[in-house]
């Protein structure tokens, strides 16, 4: 028996060769893997049903409304300003910028004060985003005005925009329900008894009005601010005494932006140097493409010169671009200190730069001490990576195959963002009442109750959302294993193929036998690594939620786990490529073949850590020249765009796009080396190279391994006999006749041969 879920497809171990009389294993893993994926089906049936995915693409303000589009009333709320046509209102306005994206207004950082009252923030949805600035920087913040100051600046100057171009900042109907208010301002008056301090809160920016307005650009149909606009704004209106005016926008801005930004405010910036910039984006991650094709033919034609000029060439990477990083930051940072106007982006942009710096020196020292160390070994790894291309060149077509699994990854990747927005808006509109906070008694002001909308989660949403996280790592998971044991089946028929020219289709016989056989197995092997990543998730989640509250042995505790897990979970992708690897050799399932491939991995531990220490790194080198390639290149694409407020980040995104690329290319090298020892392990328990016993390995894998060198001479005993026999004087009939194809064949005369 193979195993509880092996149905039948046992490996006959007289056989040679990968196993041509397979049947199906691990079937109840893959009936499991189907219940699975109906139960996520259900799940979106649900989600299409009570979620709606344009509360996220178009945002939606703070009674419920989606920007851009002719609401309906919702159920259960009684806000005024809920079931708005707001079709011609597509951009979201936030009254305090601090709070941007928020995911429902309850997770906007909420307030309860003694007396119960909730505070939170106004969002509304506008014709435009402004282009002006309405902050009064030569007066005291309005939360400091006294009774006896005049403070209607703002309100006249809301009024001005709203009379003159129809945009209002201030909440819908705002000037129709202040008939006095617009009456006053109307005829030019400015009582002091009508303050702004009337219509603005003192915190949390909940309305009716906004304490300030600044010049902003829709991203993501989200008014975002403009810094640069800013700037000019500021200097325009400071022509007599630019000195004051230019510390009092750097004071005012670093103080909204500065000190008190958030991670969702990076996050809209981010976003917007990623739509700015995507052209750019586009060339480094078709370079990244490129870069990592060339690299892989090169690896099969000029094994050896590829790998020590790749070795060279990121030594000498490791050695310039760590200088050329600091020369960059030391430009930026004099750059910083000579400007007059010290922006908070600017400083960060600075302090980012030092950041890459130091990161990328320890990286590149590492790397250089790895290869000044590893010098000497990487000579063993040479011939087997001439085989590996070898194989390679005569099955291009495998290298076309982290194409099509990139498409199936992105394509399972979409489809789960697609549910998840509306998994992510399913939730119930709740009104949220509370009392609006201002620093006069209430009964002067005519609106102080407000009633606003939120969309509260349902109890088990939690649950919904690990069963759908599961969803999206097993996915994945079992895609990358479909690919790995097709590529594996692939190199094992080429390995045990004793004339290698008559290998046909390997590739798609690979492919073939996953799907009709050991897509349980696929199934089996990914689940467990799912697992895994979903109990990483699970600690992060904690360490994430909890980390201003843990003392230092919980930290360290947690960070203990998470390592422990890390390593776990290579530990288990290893095992399960081998297994994988032994299953397309075998078609045993997947417990035997763990148990079976652990067993030859041990006999030959020392080899294995050859191949995986010497082969995997020359293998990350190639890698790391793909990403600091790319890197180099977005750099200059990127770093005089005065469009871009962090470039650095698009240049981030582009190197970690260039990395899975050179993963996925390099991965079929890694696969095919992992597989041709395996095989070779096989190949030496089960022959010794004496006659009726010869190895399948070729001549020159041969050379490479110690314990191969008497089947190497008696290879060369046998040519010489046929030679001796030729020379005899046989007839050419009898010669052709008793002609046989030689066992081994020498790479170069095959490679001539196809030509």
């Known amino acids: 028996s193979s195993g509880l879920f092996a149905v039948y497809g046992e490996e006959d171990k007289a056989d040679m060769g990968p196993l041509k009389d397979r049947g199906c294993t691990d079937i109840i893993c893959l009936l499991i893997f189907i219940i699975f994926l109906a139960g996520m089906a259900v799940i979106a049936y649900f989600a299409f049903i009570l979620g709606d995915p344009w509360r996220i693409i178009n945002g939606y303000d703070s009674f419920g409304n989606t920007c851009g589009s002719n609401n309906t009333a919702l159920d259960g709320v009684t806000s005024e300003y809920n079931g708005r046509d707001l079709t011609d209102y597509p951009y979201l306005y936030y009254f305090d910028f601090t709070v941007m994206l928020p995911t429902s207004l309850v997770s906007l950082g909420l307030v309860t004060d003694s007396g119960g009252n909730v505070e939170t923030t106004m969002m509304i ?91 902003a650009e829709p991203v993501l149909n989200r008014c975002i601010p403009l810094f640069d606009t800013i700037e000019s704004l500021a200097e325009e209106n400071g022509k007599e005494a630019l000195d004051t005016v230019l510390t009092n926008v750097e004071t005012g801005i670093n103080n909204l932006f500065g000190s008190n930004i958030s991670a969702t405010e990076v996050m809209q910036y981010a976003m917007s140097d990623l739509m700015n910039s995507y052209r750019e984006l586009a060339v480094m991650c078709a370079s990244s493409l490129v870069i990592s094709f060339v690299i892989i033919l090169l690896l099969g034609w000029i094994a050896q010169v590829i790998i020590y000029a790749i070795a060279l060439l990121t030594a000498i990477a490791c050695i310039a671009g760590p200088a050329y990083f600091w020369y960059v930051w030391y430009e930026a940072k004099v750059e910083y200190d000579e400007s007059t106007l010290q922006l908070e982006s600017a400083s960060e942009n600075v302090t980012t730069l030092m950041y890459y710096a130091i990161i990328l020196s320890v990286i590149c020292l590492i790397v250089l001490l790895l290869i000044i160390f590893l010098r000497s070994r990487v000579g063993l790894m040479v011939t087997l990576f001439k085989e590996a291309g070898f194989m390679v060149m005569r099955m291009i077509v495998i290298l076309f195959t982290p194409i099509i699994l990139a498409i199936f990854i992105m394509a399972w990747a979409a489809l789960w963002t697609f549910v998840s927005g509306y998994i992510y808006t399913a939730g119930t509109p709740t009104d949220l009442e509370f009392t609006r906070q201002y620093l006069v008694n209430p009964n002067n002001v005519t609106d102080a109750n407000v009633t606003m909308v939120y969309f509260k989660d349902h109890d088990y949403i939690i649950w919904v959302w690990l069963y759908h996280l599961f969803g999206l790592y097993w996915g ?152 600091i390639v790319t890197a180099i290149l977005g750099y200059f694409m990127m770093k005089n765009d005065d469009d871009l407020y962090f470039w650095a980040i698009p240049v981030l995104i582009a190197s970690i796009f260039a990395f899975a690329v050179a993963h996925t290319f390099f991965s079929v090298y890694e ?85």
Not at 152 to 157: E, I, L, W
Not at 188 to 199: L, M
Not at 560 to 583: G, S
């Open 125 to 215: 949805c506008v014709k435009k985003c402004p282009d002006d600035i309405i902050m009064d920087f030569e007066t005291t913040p309005i939360s400091s005005y006294t009774s006896d100051q005049v403070g209607n600046k703002r309100m006249n100057k809301y009024h001005k925009q709203y009379n003159e171009s129809g945009y209002n900042w201030c909440v819908y109907d705002f000037w129709e329900d202040n008939a006095a208010l617009t009456k006053h301002l109307e005829d030019g008056d400015n009582d002091a008894s009508t303050k702004d301090y009337y219509y603005v809160t003192s915190s949390g920016g909940s309305g009716p009005c906004p304490d300030y307005i600044l010049p």
């Open 476 to 627: 994945t998971e079992f895609f990358l294993a479909c690919h790995e044991m097709a590529i594996a089946g692939a190199f094992v028929q080429f390995y045990w193929t004793r004339d290698k020219r008559k290998v046909h289709f390997p590739v798609l016989r690979g492919i073939w036998w996953v799907f009709r056989y050991h897509l349980g197995t696929v199934a089996f092997g990914s689940c467990i690594i799912a697992i895994i990543q979903l109990i990483r998730t699970i600690l992060a989640y904690i360490q994430n939620k909890t980390k201003d509250s843990q003392s230092e042995f919980v930290k360290y505790l947690l960070l203990c786990l998470q390592c422990c897990l890390w390593c776990f979970e290579k530990i288990m992708k290893f095992i399960n490529r081998n297994a994988y690897i032994y299953t397309a050799f075998k078609g045993s399932a997947f417990c035997t073949s763990c148990k079976k491939v652990f067993g030859l991995l041990l006999s030959n531990v020392v080899r294995v850590g050859v191949i995986n220490c010497v082969g995997m790194f020359i293998l990350f080198i190639g890698k790391f020249l793909v990403v």
């Open 671 to 755: 696969i095919g080396i992992d597989a041709i020892f395996i095989c070779f392990a096989e190949d030496e328990t089960k022959n010794d190279g004496t006659p009726g016993r010869e190895y399948y390995m070729s001549k020159n894998l041969m050379e490479w391994v110690d314990n191969s060198g008497e089947a190497i001479k008696n290879l060369r005993r046998k040519k010489k006999q046929q030679k001796a026999q030729a020379r005899v004087g046989k007839s050419n009939d009898v010669a052709s006749s008793k002609q046989t194809t030689p066992m081994y064949p020498d790479l170069n005369e095959m490679e001539m041969t196809d030509k």
